[in-house]
């Protein structure tokens, strides 16, 4: 087979939500199929097929596609003939993969327009925003051989917000970068306990405000607790200084690390008031280490983590539903060593050891080789 991936991220050249394609992209390769992966190149930024990833990319044998745009009165105004190359390429599937529900209208419209069977692989939907052209996209999504979703919560979602099917669906998983097999040893136990937050620093997604605003409250404050935020992202100063804004001493911003499984050898248990998500890596990578997760019920968070059992799910993405939860956390911490293990058990039962080859597999038409289940998504 003839494939191609078209990833529609924009900003950074590389993120959580590549993982899936990329790795899906080397298997395939390997299987003998010819795979061409295109990308966005912003204006006035290295080539993103400078960057790591992408070499690695193209050092498997995955063929590279930069397209490159223009700002002008509209957005992304595409500077080469819009598919040429595509048509040229011949693919028999061709996958867009989108960072958000919306992110990939353009692209399915020429896909179709050119008759070229295509499906799409969306990692979060944000069920606040519906766009004025929503239709259009409606249509299109219709003719998608099949939408992967990582959360089932997405897929009832994006239903209900198109009035839409696809001609099939299914909930996929996404890669992690820890080990699968065994838990991590529990940290050493010196009286603190330490919860570490491991999210991008965008605003409007991952909660950081409801964080600080519940360790503002004064009973977190005497207690010996501290928090720590790995990651970077559009807005670490903001949330930097509403930390001093609030005198928060016990709150600690450690920068972007690249071994994920270092941070929970020192670790107690994740927390993760985010207020959009898909299925967040950092929760399963956490799980998978052994460590409780604090989150909120958005997306596929209560799929996968079991309140009381594995980790605790506040209500809604609220400081009082937060502080809530976040007290009954704190009250069963001695039983946390325990409920590690039963999160690290409940990953490896949900997520194959590896989601790439798995997707790979479903992509080039074979049986998967793991078994997903999938929730009615509602009435007919």
């Known amino acids: 087979m003839r494939i191609t991936f078209i990833t529609t991220m924009e900003g950074p050249p590389w993120g959580g939500s590549e993982e899936l394609w990329s790795q899906a992209a080397v298997h395939l390769v390997k299987a003998g199929h010819s795979v061409l992966a ?215 911003f450690r920068g972007q690390v690249s071994d994920i499984a270092d941070i929970w050898r020192t670790h107690h248990a994740l927390v993760l008031p985010s207020r959009v998500e898909g299925t967040p890596l950092a929760m399963v990578e956490a799980m998978l280490c052994g460590r409780p997760v604090i989150v909120t019920n958005v997306a596929g968070n209560a799929e996968i983590a079991e309140d009381g059992l594995s980790g605790f799910v506040a209500a809604a993405p609220k400081t009082e539903y937060l502080d809530e939860t976040m007290e009954r956390a704190w009250a069963r911490r001695s039983e946390w060593p325990a409920m590690g293990i039963r999160a690290a058990e409940r990953a490896r039962q949900l997520f194959p050891e590896d989601p790439g080859a798995v997707f790979a597999d479903t992509l080039a038409g074979l049986m998967p080789r793991w078994p997903l289940k999938q929730k009615d998504d509602g009435p007919e």
């Open 38 to 252: 295109a990308m966005r190149q912003p204006r006035r930024e290295p080539p993103r097929t400078e960057h790591p990833k992408f070499k690695a990319l193209k050092a498997a044998g995955v063929q590279l596609h930069l397209i490159h745009q223009r700002q002008k009165l509209v957005r992304q105004i595409f500077r080469d003939p819009p598919i040429q190359w595509l048509l040229d390429f011949k693919p028999d599937l061709t996958i867009i993969s989108m960072g958000w529900l919306f992110n990939g209208a353009e692209w399915m419209q020429a896909l179709r327009a050119a008759g070229i069977p295509y499906a799409i692989l969306v990692q979060a939907v944000n069920e606040t925003y519906r766009p004025k052209d929503w239709q259009a996209f409606a249509n299109s999504y219709q003719h998608a051989q099949c939408a992967y979703f990582v959360a089932e919560d997405n897929l009832r979602a994006a239903t209900r917000l198109l009035m839409a099917r696809p001609q099939a669906a299914l909930v996929v998983r996404n890669p992690f970068q820890v080990p699968y097999k065994q838990p991590l040893p529990w940290p050493n136990e010196d009286g603190t306990t330490r919860l570490a937050m491991v999210a991008r620093i965008d605003f409007p997604v991952k909660g950081h405000d409801l964080l600080l605003e519940t360790l503002a409250l004064p009973k977190w404050r005497v207690r010996k607790i501290e928090v720590s935020f790995f990651g970077t992202g559009p807005d670490l100063a903001y949330f930097q200084q509403m930390a001093t804004f609030w005198n928060l001493s016990q709150v600690h």
